[in-house]
């Protein structure tokens, strides 16, 4: 049985999915420096920098990816849970008979039939369920899990009306998650139109500088030009960086 405790801000990815991110991210900081300034060694530097940032926003993001699937799987676990009690079982029965339910959807190392194992492990010691909720809370930082672990807190071994309160409890997280898919799909489009705008620019000055008979030498040859360039990717930049930002649905 696996009771060793997952802990969900270390870093997931592996040694070849850090050397894809930082191509992916040199290739991209190359070709846009490159066409602001067409100077090899600074596109050079520049892409080995962003390449470099990259991994780290890759990191963050499998980070996410992660808690996000936990998420889903401790709504799936409420479901199941609400089931068993409904039908009569204490919550420790309850718990093992949505782990066997899990098991026919998630494989056994999954982080969830994982935390199952161990909090299941650990109430056979004599640590309260409340204790291991609270403490998977604290480690994957979802809120939805916190506010599961603060309520169970308040009624272990004080409420007959557990089964309800639990139902409840996956009703909210489910209603939430909702909303956000709907969120998601109705920015869908947003997003795109987004990345078109924002990759329509560096078109448009490869187009001009590569094929514009000069038209924009000044801004490769002259102080004022060289200004006007770093302005201008100045702005591409923030944009970019506020376009992640405030187009993505956070957990």
Do not use: C, W
């Not at 009690?85 to 204490?90: F, L, T």
């Not at 650990?122 to 603060?150: H, K, Q, W, Y």
């Not at 998601?184 to 560096?202: R, Y």
């Not at 000055?205 to 201008?232: N, Q």
């Amino acid at each position: 049985m696996n009771t060793i405790t997952p802990d969900y801000k270390q870093n997931p990815t592996t040694a070849a999915d850090n050397i894809i991110a930082f191509a992916l991210g040199f290739a991209a900081g190359f070709f846009v420096l490159f066409i602001f300034y067409k100077l090899f060694a600074i596109a050079a530097i520049g892409g080995a920098i962003v390449g470099t940032a990259n991994i780290f926003v890759t990191v963050h993001s499998a980070i996410n990816r992660r808690l996000l699937k936990l998420r889903t799987q401790f709504f799936d676990l409420l479901e199941a849970m609400s089931v068993a009690m409904r039908a009569g079982n204490p919550m420790l029965k309850s718990l093992a008979s949505a782990k066997k339910d899990l098991m026919l959807i998630y494989p056994a190392d999954s982080d969830i039939i994982a935390e199952l194992n161990l909090i299941i492990g650990r109430f056979n010691n004599a640590v309260p369920l409340s204790e291991s909720f609270s403490e998977l809370a604290e480690r994957s930082g979802l809120e939805d899990i916190t506010s599961f672990a603060t309520i169970y807190k308040t009624i272990e071994g004080k409420s007959g009306r557990a089964d309800e309160i639990i139902r409840q409890t996956q009703q909210i997280i489910s209603e939430k998650m909702e909303i956000e898919m709907e969120i998601d799909t109705m920015m869908t489009a947003a997003k795109t139109e987004v990345k078109i705008m924002l990759f329509m620019p560096l078109v448009i000055l490869g187009l001009i500088g590569y094929a514009g008979a000069g038209f924009m030498d000044a801004i490769y040859t002259t102080g004022a030009g060289r200004i006007v360039s770093t302005a201008g990717l100045a702005v591409f930049a923030i944009s970019f960086i506020l376009a992640r930002k405030y187009s993505n649905v956070s957990l």
